[in-house]
């Protein structure tokens, strides 16, 4: 594994996730370096290939504080999304051109008569494991936290009728597409019908911009489902692509994040450093 590989960045980015949990954003470059055992040059340089970013900027766009500046400066109203930044500025709204949702009925079938592909890859944030029907990405996870078994289990377990099969050479266009390398990723939504709403409503939060869960609720049509609306997130079955990392709880805390919250503030940090928010 070479130092220019995505799973590399995010290994060296995961450990300064943990340090600054544990000290805070005040660790100077040389502390964070000395600590990873690495050069402050070789730090420097391996934060800026994978955000253009110095180390110091990064840890600002980590801190609770940050998040809660996106709710107040980046906060979007989801029935104007499309208006506001869907319209070309997000390189994810590529990726949500060609979606559709399995129905009702197929769905409380438990994914019986589904074939799924899957397939691990490398990512951005650690070890991605990607699943597809013939229509599309049906799941998405991440092992960095949990680990590889743990976070291919979680999502079998969605369709636990369904024929899984491994063949990550028949999902790496999809895998480049939705890790930015090239190309479109088809989605393919297998949930009940009131997720499939609020991961719909997800859908349509621009990149770099964040929500609420009542902000969700109230899209949806349902104000009151606040709490039905965070487990619905929760069980969002493609992260990154559905992006349930972009819901946030009204003081702008985190919340919870189904593969572990480094994972969330590293995802909503690399997006906001994209984006230059």
């Not at 402050?40 to 180390?55: D, E, K, L, N, Y």
């Not at 592909?117 to 029907?133: C, E, K, L, N």
């Amino acid at each position: 594994m070479t130092d220019q590989s995505p799973a590399y960045h995010f290994a060296v980015i995961a450990r300064a996730l943990r340090l600054i949990d544990e000290a805070g954003p005040t660790l100077t470059l040389d502390d964070l370096a000395a600590r990873m055992d690495m050069s402050p040059a070789h730090f420097q340089r391996t934060f800026s290939a994978w955000v253009g970013i110095s180390p110091k900027r990064y840890q600002q766009y980590l801190t609770l504080d940050h998040a809660r500046r996106m709710l107040a400066e980046r906060f979007t109203t989801l029935e104007t999304a499309l208006a506001t930044g869907l319209s070309g500025t997000g390189r994810l709204h590529d990726l949500f051109l060609t979606w559709e949702a399995m129905t009702p009925g197929d769905f409380a079938k438990g994914g019986e008569g589904l074939t799924i592909r899957h397939g691990w890859f490398d990512s951005p944030f650690g070890p991605a494991i990607v699943m597809g029907t013939d229509r599309g990405i049906c799941g998405m996870g991440f092992a960095a936290e949990m680990g590889a078994d743990a976070a291919f289990d979680d999502l079998i377990r969605r369709w636990p009728k369904a024929r899984f099969t491994e063949d990550p050479a028949d999902l790496r266009t999809w895998a480049d597409a939705a890790f930015g390398t090239s190309g479109t990723a088809p989605l393919h939504l297998i949930g009940a019908p009131f997720q499939i709403k609020v991961w719909e409503a997800l859908m349509r939060i621009p990149t770099g911009h964040v929500t609420t869960y009542s902000e969700i609720a109230g899209t949806i049509g349902n104000p009151r489902a606040v709490r039905a609306v965070g487990t619905a997130v929760g069980r969002n079955p493609i992260s990154f692509l559905i992006p349930c990392h972009r819901a946030l709880r009204r003081d702008g805390s985190l919340g919870g994040y189904h593969w572990g919250l480094p994972v969330k503030r590293a995802i909503l940090a690399w997006e906001s450093a994209r984006t230059g928010m």
